[in-house]
Antibody, heavy 124, light 107 residues
């Protein structure tokens, strides 16, 4: 069965960095684009970033562009989110989510499987 | 960015009621819209994609409609398990964006 397990969250001071991981299993990881979506405490969902299934393209929300980098290691079936210059407003639960469509350019654009989330708290 | 606006923000209803949630896009997104259900402390669950296609395994009491800028999610007969928060999401253009959510409460 499809599983996505995030890790790497924690408490970090403003301006510091953190790297999140999402370990995938139960499907051919290299065939799917993968996204990060976050949810601040008590707030709604915010799409953060995507990396296409073939690694050819990546896109970011304006709020994280230039600070966050999405990457993937297909040999380890894992995707990452490198978060630099963290701000208090980055405090959230971070979910990784699988794009529904396999091996199709930008993918379908919606998400059929989600991880359980990892909590990032940016505070001094 | 495309802004997604849901209404109402909160909806009180009873088991057996028919309810409708509206999602409006700030510009046309064709039918590139999904709906998710989220319960407290859990990841969202995909209900509807391409505005009106029901995800496999989702009960048929859920339905979606609309195109362009106006969309609706309808639950034909509320069940106790349906009390949750619902989000729409556009995937017409990057950055993808979500509505602010509609919390469905028990009356």
């Amino acid at each position: 069965q499809v599983q996505l397990v995030e890790s790497g969250g924690g408490v970090v001071q403003p301006g510091r960095s953190l790297r999140l991981s999402c370990a995938a299993s139960g499907f051919t990881f290299s065939s799917y684009g993968m996204h990060w979506v976050r949810q601040a405490p008590g707030k709604g969902l915010e799409w953060v970033a995507v990396k296409w299934y073939d690694g050819s393209n990546e896109y970011y929300a304006e709020s994280v562009k230039g600070r966050f980098t999405i990457s993937r290691d297909t040999s380890k079936n894992t995707q990452f989110l490198q978060m630099n210059s963290l701000r208090a407003e980055d405090t959230a639960v971070y979910y990784c989510a699988r794009d529904t469509s396999a091996a199709e350019g930008r993918g379908a654009g919606y998400f059929d499987f989600w991880g359980q989330g990892t909590v990032v708290t940016v505070s001094s | 960015d495309i802004q997604m606006t849901q209404s109402p923000s909160t909806l009180s209803a009873s088991v057996g009621d028919r309810v409708t949630i509206t999602c409006r896009a700030s510009q046309s997104i064709s039918s590139w819209l999904a709906w998710y259900q989220q319960k407290p402390g859990k990841a969202p669950k995909l209900l509807i994609y391409e505005a009106s296609s029901l995800e496999s395994g989702v009960p048929s009491r859920f339905s979606g409609s609309g195109s362009g800028t106006e969309f609706t999610l309808t639950i034909s007969s509320l069940q106790p398990d349906d009390f949750a928060t619902y989000y729409c999401q556009q995937y017409n253009t990057y950055p993808y964006t979500f509505g602010q959510g509609t919390k469905l409460e028990i009356k």
